[in-house]
């Protein structure tokens, strides 16, 4: 292993703006240059794939009265006024984040445009329908009614009665917000060659069979894209909607292409890596190649908790214990809150599924990279802070100030949610799309962390030191998201990882890098996926920590503001496929509720102080600190 400082000019590596930037390597899916900071070396572009607006049922529970023109605004620098309101309908909470983000979908629920519409605009024809009524009169009955018709099986599940036979009312409303939702996204998106921001068009598939999360964000790759934004009400399958995607997309010769992220499988009950296809009968390589080929990328993180692995799956790993929800589904929410999560439901365990698959398959259905994203319901794209974090949308609270709750503006359980990250040419709609499709990407769980990770068989031991390191990852090696091909005689594949902190704001200054490690994942003698967690860099018992009471930093040993690390797999086997990600900490740092609680005077001591709603405050499964993090998309070897 090396390990040595990585200078922060290097690490984001920029080619001269003057005329055509030469291509130092084989680019391969580069895209055009239609930006002025054109670096065919790519850069970090922040974002996020999950965000929903007031059209989207579930927010209007949450009292979200702002649209796609405000979550722009907010995702671009700008403060935004959310619930709750006084009488005056001005709003009493004011967040803005500390820095713009470079792009954002906005993924509002397809089911239910039309829905939402004829339920808000008084010149529509269902807007007196009792449903409408209670949409308006009564939010929290309102979700629970729409919610329960999304997690019907397929075959059960469609459109509500205020919408009229075979839901004719809803899809026409449904197309005009559909084509609203693209003329908004045209207007926030920077088509100039200054490139400061790109509006990603995408929506949401929502199905929630006996409330399994199997939901989807469809994304595309730009403004071509198919008449209508369709839901789980018209495609009942996964198998469906990828074969939607390809007959009015994808295959249609219009230039429209699109892929689906899949979002937090910690809530599917063991349902969202199932070897089945929609007929129950086992996945074939047909199957394999789709799901492969349509999800690219994965939601590892977000505000409905981390989905990387569970302790104790495959191997001890105490790191696994981050940001874990407490049950198994949607319906344990509401019913049982502690349940056990399934283990099927994570990722790491799922890549292991993946490999053995394709050694009876042919394909791995299962190769998906990591993005992490909010699934903010407060049009706040990329509100992550645990300082001052204004909730993932008021936990069901009314949205006036008299109905306002005191209390933890979400659920203890839940965080903040993260961001996703593409390693792009430019801030471009088809350059981040590119990135997705070729998986070079990585979440993170909040923070402005920047990553770099490439694996190959000739990458050298002092990549580290060299300010072309870039170039050299992409001649000598592949990125993450990347295959490594076959290994020459006798050689293990090298892994070269830097990481950045995220050097915050003045008023709000990152923290420090505690260690970067490299998780390994392989097929043993007997076909069974095992796993192994690898120090590369930093220091894991640097002492640093946090005190909860006044959420002052321990410093300890410190941390590092760069860290860097070359490494040779010492245990590789040419004939064992295996998978390879890093992961990146931060030193620990105070939760959302610790802040929270502090700040409303909450002493678990005196139990006077604890009042309704502040429960969680007290609660010891409720972490009082938190290590922020980044996880980059695997890189993957399988044998000749």
């Not at 809150?337 to 599924?353: C, H, I, K, S």
């Amino acid at each position: 292993m090396n390990l040595r400082p990585l200078p922060l000019l290097l690490l984001v590596a920029a080619c001269s703006t003057e005329g055509e930037p030469a291509i130092p390597y084989d680019c391969g899916d580069c895209v055009e240059q239609s930006c002025d900071d054109y670096d065919p070396l790519r850069k970090p572009l922040f974002g996020d794939t999950h965000v929903h607006t007031t059209l989207s049922y579930d927010a209007n529970v949450r009292g979200t009265r702002l649209g796609h023109v405000d979550a722009y605004r907010f995702a671009r620098g700008e403060a935004i006024g959310i619930q709750p309101y006084d009488a005056d309908g001005e709003a009493l909470r004011t967040i803005q984040r500390d820095r713009p983000l470079d792009w954002v979908v906005i993924s509002d629920h397809a089911e239910y445009f039309g829905t939402v519409a004829s339920c808000t605009d008084s010149e529509r024809p269902a807007y007196d329908h009792p449903q409408c009524e209670l949409y308006r009169g009564d939010p929290l009955a309102s979700f629970a009614s729409f919610g329960l018709i999304t997690s019907q099986p397929p075959e059960e599940a469609g459109y509500p009665e205020l919408c009229g036979e075979d839901g004719d009312l809803c899809l026409a409303a449904g197309l005009e917000v559909w084509s609203e939702i693209q003329a908004d996204a045209a207007a926030a998106h920077d088509g100039s060659s200054s490139c400061e921001f790109s509006a990603v068009l995408g929506y949401e598939w929502t199905p929630n069979p006996n409330s399994n999360n199997l939901h989807r964000n469809v994304v595309f790759r730009n403004d071509v894209v198919p008449e209508q934004a369709v839901g789980y009400f018209d495609e009942k399958y996964v198998e469906d909607l990828w074969q939607h995607l390809r007959t009015e997309c994808i295959d249609a010769g219009t230039g429209c292409d699109a892929l689906t992220i899949p979002h937090n499988p910690n809530l599917s009950a063991g349902t969202f890596f199932q070897p089945f296809d929609k007929n129950g009968d086992p996945i074939d390589l047909a199957y394999a190649q789709e799901r492969a080929f349509m999800e690219p990328v994965f939601e590892i993180y977000q505000h409905k908790g981390d989905s990387e692995c569970l302790p104790g799956q495959t191997i001890s790993d105490e790191l696994c214990g981050f940001e874990k929800l407490p049950y198994a589904n949607f319906a344990a929410i509401t019913v049982d809150r502690f349940t056990d999560p399934n283990p099927r439901d994570f990722l790491r365990a799922a890549l292991g599924e993946g490999m053995k698959l394709k050694e009876t398959l042919g394909a791995n259905p299962f190769k998906h990279g990591f993005v992490a994203s909010t699934d903010t319901h407060l049009a706040a794209p990329g509100h992550t802070p645990e300082r001052g974090y204004a909730g993932h949308g008021n936990v069901g609270k009314g949205a006036t100030a008299t109905d306002f709750e005191t209390g933890l503006v979400d659920y203890p359980d839940n965080s903040g949610g993260g961001l996703a990250v593409v390693w792009a040419e430019e801030n471009s709609r088809e350059a981040i799309f590119n990135a997705m499709r070729r998986k070079e990407t990585y979440g993170t769980s909040g923070p402005h962390i920047v990553v770099r990770f490439f694996g190959g068989w000739s990458l050298p031991a002092g990549m580290c030191s060299d300010p072309d390191f870039a170039t050299v990852g992409y001649r000598r090696g592949v990125p993450m998201g990347g295959d490594l091909a076959s290994p020459p005689a006798s050689a293990a594949p090298t892994f070269f990882v830097s990481a950045i902190q995220d050097p915050g704001t003045q008023e709000n200054p990152g923290t420090p890098l505690q260690r970067i490690q490299i998780v390994k994942g392989w097929l043993d003698e007997a076909g069974e996926h095992r796993a192994k967690v690898f120090e590369l860099a930093g220091d894991p018992d640097n002492g640093a920590g946090v005190d909860p009471t006044t959420c002052e930093p321990q410093a300890g040993r410190g941390g590092f503001s760069e860290l860097c690390a070359t490494w040779t797999d010492p245990a590789f086997e040419p004939n064992r496929a295996a998978f390879y990600y890093a992961r990146v900490i931060e030193n620990p740092v105070c939760r959302w509720t610790t802040w929270q609680c502090m700040a409303d005077g909450i002493d678990c001591e005196r139990p006077e102080t604890v009042t309704e709603g502040y429960e969680g405050c007290c609660e010891e499964r409720v972490p009082k600190t938190i290590q922020e993090r980044a996880w980059t998309s695997p890189i993957w070897y399988s044998p000749a």
